[in-house]
Every structure is written in C-alpha cells, then in structure tokens.
C-alpha cells in the first residue's frame, strides 16, 4: 500500500545520496581498471611473441583488446545507467554536484570485434555481476539506515532486487510493471497486458510474507513463547524490527528495503504541524496514538529486548522511532486474511504496492485473497483493464479524515465526508444515572466510537446520535416514551426540536472555535497543495471537510424543523435521506 510519502531519517540531501552512489560504483570501477591495467601489460607480452605474424598477430591483437576493453566499456554502460535513473530525483540539482564525467572511465577503442558471442556472453556476465555488487552495497546502506534520502523509493534498483527475490521463490510478475510515481504517491503498479474481470494478476506464497507465524519461528520464538500474550500487531512489530536490525542477512532484506523509511502518518508530525488540524478528531486520536505508542514501547518492547539480548543483539538499542516505523508499517500496508480458523495481519511483498482508488466500492476482499488451497496470496482485478492502465484497489469507503490518519495521506477527488461527533448527558442532569442506563442498555447508543465511520455527513445525522440526543434531552413526561428514541421515531415535537437546535449550535461552536474559516481554509488550499509542502494541504483539506460537514448538517437540520412544522406526522429525517 503507497502513495505515503517516503522520507529519509537522515539529514542527508541529494547530493549526499549521490556522492554514496558514485563512491560504491568508483570503488567497483577501481578495481575493474586494476584489471584492465593488469590485461594491458598482457597484451604487451603477447604483441612482443607474435610480432612475426602479422595475420595471427592482428586476430590475437584484436580479441586480446576486446576482451580488455569490454570491461571498462561495460562499466561505462553501466555507470550511464546508473546514472540516468539517480537522475529522475535529482532534477534539481545543481551540475556541481554531480561528479566530472570526463576522467572517470578512460576508454580504449576496439580494434575489430571478431568475436560476438564471446562479447556478448562476458558483458552479460560483467553486467550481472557488477549490479548485484552494486545493489548489495545499496541495500546494505538501506537496511542499515545509512539513510538515501527517496533513494529507496524512486531507484528502480531496490524494485528489482525485490522482484528478483520473488522470483528466485517461484513468483512471477510478467503481468505487472511497478514503477514509481513520485513522493506522494510512491510505487504504482500497472497492466502489461490486458487483463480480463477476475483474473489473477499477483500470487505471493503465504511464506514469503512476514506475520505472526513466520516471527514465531524465526528467533523471536524464546519470546513468543515466554510472552504469549503479547498482542499480534506488537509481535509483528517485534519481527519487524527484529529482521530490519539483520540488514542484507535476514531473509526478508529485499522486502524491508522496499519499505518506507518514514511516513506522513500525523503521528510523525511536528507541533507545529499538528497544529494546522486543531479542531479535527484527527488529531486528537493522534495524540492518543503517540500516548499509546509510548506506553506500549515501554511495556512491551522495551521489556522484551531486555530480557532478550541475545535475540536483540543486532539492535543494541532499540528506540521509539524503530517502533513507531514498525506499527506504521503495519497500519498502512498490512492485510487481514482468514488462514484456517486464524486471523491474520499480513505484510506482503509487492501486494502493498497497489494504491487506493476512491472511486472503486468493492471491499478489499474483492482485490486481496488468501488462496487457502495453494497457501497464496492472490491479487485480482475486479474489472477488465487494458495494457498500461493503472491497478488499484480499495482499502474501505473512508473519509480523507481517516486516510490521513491510518496511511499518511489523503485523495483530492474524495466525495467521503463524515465526522464523529457524540454528546453526554451533564452531570447535573437529574436524571442522569435513569438516562445512561437507558443509553447503555441498548446496542445504538452504548458506544461511543472514533472510527471515522461518522455520525454526522453533509446532509445527515446518524440514528445512533439522534437517539443519544432523545434520550439526554427527554424530560420528565417523554422518560415514558424512550422507546420511541431507538425506533427511527420522534418522542414529542418539543423533544424533536430541541434535538436539533441544540445540535445546530453545537456544529456553529465548533466552525467558530477553528482558527480560520472554511472560505479561508479553500484560499489556503489552492496555494498549497503541491509536493512542496503536502502535509500542510493534507491538514488544511481534512480541516476544510469537517467544516463542510458541520455547515451541511446545520443546513440539514434546519430543512428538517421546517419539515416537523409543516407536517408533525412526519418524521424529518425521511424528508431529506435518500
């Protein structure tokens, strides 16, 4: 799952990503040129004994200097391209950061190619091996947080190196390209071929992916068995880290270097930052997020590494921002599968590459399976898609409120609007313990969730508020009739109307406590939503439709009295609800 951005830890700019590139692939050209020094002087002995033959001498002449010359000439390929794909994310930057061509790989002509297929074979060869040196030297800084700032995600080597592993465990993705989008959006994956409603695009073996089987038998199993009771999302963070701490010697090296370094998930944040969504349930479930992560790190993970050094050698010192990289990737990437009678939540290679599409209404079932039979995860297209159309899949019918929230990010052409809002009885209410009881003994009113499914949308308010509402506003003639609450029914005109006055000037305190305006909030907008600063229009858009909400309900609200008035029978909330 993308389109979070990715950034680096480090300080590091683009042009120390660069300079860590250039000295990896120098230190590979030095020794290839120490080669190639060592096959000239060859060549001087050879030239020496057959400079009486001039036909035998010219055809050994011309396949010695192939031989040595398409070594450096291959680097030089290499190098190019290398160098082009850094290129895609460094536009940018300045000509004087980037290392002198000129001087770099000194050339000699070949003198004739008489021998093609011997060419052929040693560049493909030279080639495989100076790039899987080259990508194991990458993967090495990646994984042991030498920081590449988005190096990670827009160099094509560390997709290849996943695909390549995948592939060496019975994976094919000869439907799929992946390519990357951009930092906002991250990796994207597309149709090869046209794909037919149904088919299966992406098979991953269940043992390829990382969840609470495979860290039981990794060597986090002496702390799982200690610890059984530690919560499966925590013992997949636990792997997770654990994995990440091995570098290029954990089997699943490939996987994690694919993974974001960091998130635009709220919770990594700035104060200032943080600020910008005043007034929205977002951030006040991000600071009980962070509370919760401190407090489980301590418990939990802090604990554990303790009393496990052995296991947590390589990770001497295991530090809030680990955990919180771990749980993030598990919010926004992991999937939920049935496996027999137990449940799951999965980190799947290449599978969290799909995006989310707003306008798609199938649940994420109808895109990621568990083929129980071939213990597969299996990916599928949910309609016929042509040749270099976009795949993407459905996380949930959520606000941008909430896919901020779980995934760093938000859609602009996102129609989702919806707001949790709830009321409690005051406590000098005289009625109040009669009143909670009646709230708490039936199943609408006796939770009060944050789940960003909303009890307030645009143009409606959910039965479970409107009963909460009857009941806390009821007095002492309608406490007879608060059955009526739960039954989408009102229980006088005058309870009715006080629900939804009192609802009205609740949303009007709540758009005047936000520091700007929703007029202001739409200036504001259209300045900054650009790559340059998204978490900003990330707050200001989530802000924005909260407030749109609050003046669509209190419009709504207002349609209804007229509606109450006009007709007492009725019930007002039918008149608008389609």
């Not at 694919?258 to 930052?273: I, K």
């Given at each position: 799952m993308?389109?979070?951005?990715?950034?680096?830890?480090?300080?590091?700019?683009?042009?120390?990503?660069?300079?860590?590139?250039?000295?990896?692939?120098?230190?590979?050209?030095?020794?290839?040129?120490?080669?190639?020094?060592?096959?000239?002087?060859?060549?001087?002995?050879?030239?020496?004994?057959?400079?009486?033959?001039?036909?035998?001498?010219?055809?050994?002449?011309?396949d010695?200097?192939?031989?040595?010359?398409?070594?450096?000439?291959?680097?030089?390929?290499?190098?190019?391209?290398?160098?082009?794909?850094?290129?895609?994310?460094?536009?940018?930057?300045?000509?004087?950061?980037?290392?002198?061509?000129?001087?770099?790989?000194?050339?000699?002509?070949?003198?004739?190619a008489?021998?093609?297929?011997?060419?052929?074979?040693?560049?493909?060869?030279?080639?495989?091996?100076?790039?899987?040196?080259?990508?194991?030297?990458?993967?090495?800084?990646?994984?042991?947080?030498?920081?590449?700032?988005?190096?990670?995600?827009?160099?094509?080597?560390?997709?290849?190196?996943?695909?390549?592993?995948?592939?060496?465990?019975?994976?094919?993705?000869?439907?799929?390209?992946?390519?990357y989008?951009g930092?906002?959006?991250?990796?994207?994956?597309?149709?090869?071929?046209?794909?037919?409603?149904?088919?299966?695009?992406?098979?991953?073996?269940?043992?390829?992916?990382?969840?609470?089987?495979?860290?039981?038998?990794?060597d986090?199993?002496?702390?799982?068995?200690?610890?059984?009771?530690?919560?499966?999302?925590?013992?997949?963070?636990?792997?997770?880290?654990?994995?990440?701490?091995?570098?290029?010697?954990?089997?699943?090296?490939?996987?994690?270097?694919?993974?974001?370094?960091?998130?635009?998930?709220?919770?990594?944040?700035?104060?200032?930052?943080?600020?910008e969504?005043?007034?929205?349930?977002?951030?006040?479930?991000?600071?009980?997020?962070?509370?919760?992560?401190?407090?489980?790190?301590?418990?939990?993970?802090?604990?554990?590494?303790?009393?496990?050094?052995?296991?947590?050698?390589?990770?001497?010192?295991?530090?809030?921002?680990?955990?919180?990289?771990?749980?993030?990737?598990?919010?926004?990437?992991?999937?939920?599968?049935?496996?027999?009678?137990?449940?799951?939540?999965?980190?799947?290679?290449?599978?969290?590459?799909?995006?989310?599409?707003?306008?798609?209404?199938?649940?994420?079932?109808?895109?990621?399976?568990?083929?129980?039979?071939?213990?597969?995860?299996?990916?599928?297209?949910?309609?016929?898609?042509?040749?270099?159309?976009?795949?993407?899949?459905?996380?949930?019918?959520?606000?941008?409120?909430?896919?901020?929230?779980s995934?760093?990010?938000?859609?602009?052409?996102?129609?989702?609007?919806?707001?949790?809002?709830?009321?409690?009885?005051?406590?000098?209410?005289?009625?109040?313990?009669?009143?909670?009881?009646?709230?708490d003994?039936?199943?609408?009113?006796?939770?009060?969730?944050?789940?960003?499914?909303?009890?307030?949308?645009?143009?409606?308010?959910?039965?479970?508020?409107?009963?909460?509402l009857?009941?806390?506003?009821?007095?002492?003639?309608?406490?007879?009739?608060?059955?009526?609450?739960?039954?989408?029914?009102?229980?006088?005109?005058?309870?009715?109307?006080?629900?939804?006055?009192?609802?009205?000037?609740?949303?009007?305190?709540?758009?005047?406590?936000?520091?700007?305006?929703?007029e202001?909030?739409?200036?504001?907008?259209?300045?900054?939503?650009?790559?340059?600063?998204?978490?900003l229009?990330?707050?200001?858009?989530?802000?924005?439709?909260?407030?749109?909400?609050?003046?669509?309900?209190?419009?709504?609200?207002?349609?209804?009295?007229?509606?109450?008035?006009?007709?007492?029978?009725?019930?007002?909330?039918?008149?608008?609800?389609?």
């Amino acid at each position: 799952m993308e389109s979070s951005t990715q950034q680096s830890s480090s300080t590091l700019d683009d042009a120390s990503v660069l300079a860590v590139i250039y000295r990896h692939i120098q230190a590979e050209v030095d020794e290839l040129l120490a080669i190639r020094e060592q096959s000239e002087r060859e060549l001087e002995r050879q030239l020496k004994l057959l400079s009486d033959d001039s036909e035998t001498d010219g055809g050994l002449t011309g396949d010695i200097l192939l031989s040595q010359n398409c070594v450096a000439s291959n680097v030089s390929s290499i190098v190019s391209r290398v160098q082009s794909e850094l290129s895609r994310t460094t536009e940018a930057l300045s000509t004087a950061a980037r290392p002198p061509q000129s001087g770099l790989l000194p050339r000699t002509p070949i003198s004739r190619a008489k021998s093609t297929s011997i060419l052929s074979s040693l560049q493909i060869q030279q080639d495989q091996e100076l790039q899987q040196r080259i990508t194991g030297m990458i993967l090495s800084d990646l994984l042991s947080g030498a920081g590449l700032p988005h190096f990670e995600m827009s160099s094509p080597v560390v997709v290849t190196a996943l695909l390549e592993w995948l592939e060496a465990h019975g994976v094919t993705d000869s439907l799929l390209d992946i390519r990357y989008l951009g930092k906002l959006e991250g990796h994207g994956v597309f149709a090869k071929q046209l794909l037919q409603s149904g088919q299966v695009t992406l098979q991953v073996p269940f043992k390829l992916t990382m969840n609470t089987e495979s860290a039981a038998q990794s060597d986090l199993a002496p702390v799982l068995q200690k610890y059984p009771q530690i919560p499966a999302d925590e013992v997949l963070a636990l792997h997770l880290m654990h994995e990440r701490s091995k570098g290029k010697d954990s089997f699943f090296a490939p996987f994690i270097a694919s993974l974001p370094t960091t998130f635009d998930l709220p919770a990594f944040w700035s104060e200032q930052e943080l600020n910008e969504l005043k007034g929205t349930n977002v951030l006040l479930l991000t600071q009980l997020m962070k509370q919760h992560l401190e407090r489980d790190f301590g418990d939990i993970h802090q604990a554990v590494a303790e009393d496990f050094p052995e296991v947590f050698a390589s990770l001497p010192t295991l530090t809030l921002e680990d955990y919180m990289w771990a749980m993030s990737v598990i919010w926004s990437r992991a999937f939920g599968v049935s496996k027999g009678q137990t449940y799951f939540r999965v980190l799947c290679p290449a599978m969290d590459m799909f995006n989310h599409d707003v306008s798609l209404l199938n649940p994420l079932d109808d895109f990621i399976s568990f083929d129980e039979e071939n213990q597969m995860m299996t990916q599928h297209v949910s309609k016929s898609m042509a040749a270099g159309c976009s795949l993407q899949i459905s996380y949930g019918q959520y606000s941008n409120a909430k896919l901020l929230y779980s995934y760093g990010f938000v859609a602009q052409e996102n129609s989702r609007r919806a707001v949790d809002f709830w009321m409690k009885i005051p406590p000098t209410d005289p009625y109040l313990k009669l009143k909670q009881t009646v709230l708490d003994s039936n199943k609408l009113t006796n939770q009060q969730t944050y789940d960003f499914c909303g009890t307030l949308s645009r143009n409606n308010v959910d039965e479970r508020l409107l009963a909460t509402l009857r009941v806390i506003l009821m007095n002492e003639q309608e406490i007879r009739q608060y059955k009526k609450a739960f039954e989408s029914s009102i229980l006088s005109i005058r309870n009715e109307l006080a629900v939804y006055e009192n609802l009205q000037n609740t949303c009007r305190r709540k758009l005047a406590n936000y520091p700007t305006t929703l007029e202001e909030d739409e200036a504001i907008l259209a300045e900054s939503e650009t790559e340059s600063n998204p978490r900003l229009s990330f707050a200001v858009r989530v802000r924005l439709e909260d407030k749109q909400v609050f003046t669509g309900v209190i419009d709504t609200l207002e349609q209804w009295k007229t509606a109450l008035a006009a007709n007492p029978e009725t019930y007002p909330p039918s008149t608008t609800r389609s």
